[in-house]
Every structure is written in C-alpha cells, then in structure tokens.
C-alpha cells in the first residue's frame, strides 16, 4: 500500500474536484513515484493507544469546559455565594460546590444556581476519575511499546503517546530522521532573502506531534541546564527566541527518532 497526499490546490482550482479525479490523481501519483508513503499501520500497540488517548483528550476537554462553566457562574452568582466561591483553587471548588445544598435555600435563584454549580463540579469529578482510569490503562501499553522513550528528560506519559501515534505501530516505514522531523513540522525552511540567510518554522506537519516536541522544549528550558546554556549562546549569536526554539524542537526530533527505531 502506498500512501497519497492530497491532491494539488492549483490543479483542483483548473479541473475541479471530484471522486474520480480523485482517483486518477492518486493513481498517477502512485504510477510515477511521487507518491511513495507507507502507510501508518493500525493493528498493534500503538493503535491501542491512540483510541484510549482520543477518549482521555475528550474527557479532559469536557473537564476544562465545566471548570470554565463553573468559574462564570460564579461571576454572576448572588454576592453571598460568589464571595465564598471566587478564590477557592480548582480542587477546592468542586468539593465545595458538589457539597451544596440547593433546597435548603428560600431564594430560587440562589437554588438554581447552587444547583447548576453541584451538577458541574460533580461532572468534573467524574470525568476526573474517568480520566485516570484511562491512564492505568495506558500506563502498562506505553511501557510495552516505548519503554525508553519515558526516560527521555520531558517526556511524560502524554508526550509519548502522542509522538507513538504519530510514527504508528510500524515506525520502520519513516525513511531517516530527516523524514520523522518533516512529519512533526519541525524541518527548516529556507526563507532567506537577500544578504539576509535564514530559516523559518513549519507550518505544515503532524501539528500534535510538533505540539508534543514544543513541551519536551519547554520543559527543558525549565530545568535543564544545557538546554538554556544553548538558548542564551544562540541568542547572543543573534538569532531570535523563536528560531532557537526551532532549533531545539529539531534536535529533540533527532533524539526521539532513535527511541521509537529501537522500538
């Protein structure tokens, strides 16, 4: 099987689109060689992984979504139950509020509102405790699929899963590391003008992959010694912030690269 891109912008802009012409392309592109993909395979441990992780981004996204619901309640709560609320921690707050008790309350709208407060904090519990049942369970699969790739300095359990999606259960099919940094958005693109040579980020690319790589950074900037000893080398050599960042995000592309070959 051969994997084919889509088709080109300018060439559907003059023939128009349809299955068919589709189709055609595809096969002309497959004919000639410029299509040469291999396809990421969806039959072991890393497709595992990505159907638990797509129903853990789920859950955290509807967590994020009531906290959020929560937070402008409050805001327009009655004086009494906003001041008691507006400065507790997330933690604190759904305690609190899934604590309440509405029908002990004369005034309905104090009622209603302590009401639609508890309905939310008890969901975000839930969908807490649903969350860290899908980590147990992705927990001993990344051990079994990447058990090094953990060890990297930044990588935690998210990270890994999201670069092990991104290579699929057959990372053999990426040709060099040069291909696996083209996949992540992370290759430099020439953007020089001028005297001026230089390199800009890219735009295109597996954007959770580039997401993933952008946090291992972050994290090493936090903490790692090295990684800020190189940042500040590089800014006194006159390059910006953000293509030191690049650099970097193309250097961990090459680290990672190793673990998920010996995989």
Do not use: F
Not at 104 to 123: E, F, H, I, N, Y
Request: hydrophobic share 40%; with cysteine; proline share 5%.
């Amino acid at each position: 099987m051969i994997e084919v891109d889509r088709p080109n912008r300018q060439a559907r802009r003059t023939q128009g689109k349809s299955d068919p012409l589709d189709a055609v392309e595809a096969a002309r592109a497959a004919l000639s060689g410029r299509a040469h993909g291999h396809p990421r395979g969806r039959d072991g441990v890393v497709e595992a992984i990505r159907v638990l992780v797509v129903a853990k981004r789920s859950a955290r996204g509807a967590r994020v979504r009531a906290i959020n619901q929560m937070r402008h309640l409050i805001y327009s709560a009655p004086d009494e139950l906003r001041l008691r609320l507006k400065a507790l921690s997330i933690t604190e707050l759904v305690a609190t509020a899934s604590a309440l008790r509405p029908k002990r309350c004369g005034d309905p709208v104090m009622a209603a509102t302590q009401a639609a407060l508890r309905s939310l904090a008890r969901r975000v519990h839930a969908l807490g405790e649903e969350m860290r049942l899908l980590e147990q369970l992705l927990q001993p699969l990344l051990e079994a699929a990447a058990p090094a790739l953990l060890s990297v300095r930044g990588v935690g359990p998210d990270t890994a899963a999201t670069l092990l999606i991104t290579a699929g259960d057959h990372p053999e099919r990426l040709r060099s590391e040069a291909a696996w940094a083209h996949l992540c958005g992370v290759s430099p693109l020439p953007a020089s003008s001028g005297k001026l040579i230089r390199h800009r980020l890219d735009r295109g690319g597996d954007r959770q992959a580039n997401s993933a790589l952008w946090r291992i950074v972050m994290v090493r900037l936090a903490c790692d010694p090295e990684t800020q000893r190189y940042v500040e080398r590089r800014t006194k050599e006159g390059k910006s912030r953000r293509e030191a960042m690049r650099m970097l995000k193309r250097y961990v592309a090459r680290e990672i690269y190793a673990y998920l070959r010996a995989t």
